[in-house]
């Protein structure tokens, strides 16, 4: 499985921005779980959103994202989205895209990461 994230990009406070992430190498229907994941030069990487449930009912948002990010997949070209709305300057980092997926959701890919920087 591969992935391939963008939609980064510099933005001014209150502004939005969409990341995108297409998986490829899925088997037809497989179930799998999807996320944005934010790492800062110095710190871990951190979850920033994920669907917890593979029909998309279920969602994790870390919380200082609640209510300003959202979520959307589009499950017939296994696309993942990621609605940035009311950008912060603390919002800025390397959003890397996440999948895991197989039995038990035991494997995992990462895409190559794409800058949001939030800056006047």
């Known amino acids: 499985v591969q992935l391939q994230a963008s939609g980064g990009g510099l933005v001014q406070p209150g502004g939005s921005l969409r990341l995108s992430c297409a998986a490829s190498?899925?088997?037809?229907?497989?179930?799998?779980?999807m996320g944005w994941w934010r790492q800062i030069p110095g710190d871990k990487r951190e979850l920033v959103a994920m669907?917890?449930?593979?029909?998309?009912?279920?969602?994790d948002y870390e919380d200082s994202v609640k209510g300003r990010f959202s979520l959307s997949k589009d499950n017939a070209t296994n696309t993942l989205y990621l609605l940035m709305n009311n950008l912060k300057p603390e919002d800025t980092g390397v959003y890397y895209c996440?999948?895991?997926?197989?039995?038990?959701?035991?494997?995992?890919?990462w895409g190559q990461g794409t800058q949001v920087t939030v800056s006047s």
């Open positions: 669907f917890t449930s593979d029909d998309g009912t279920d969602t």
């Open positions: 190498g899925l088997s037809n229907g497989e179930p799998n779980l």
């Open positions: 996440n999948i895991r997926y197989g039995s038990s959701y035991r494997l995992d890919t």
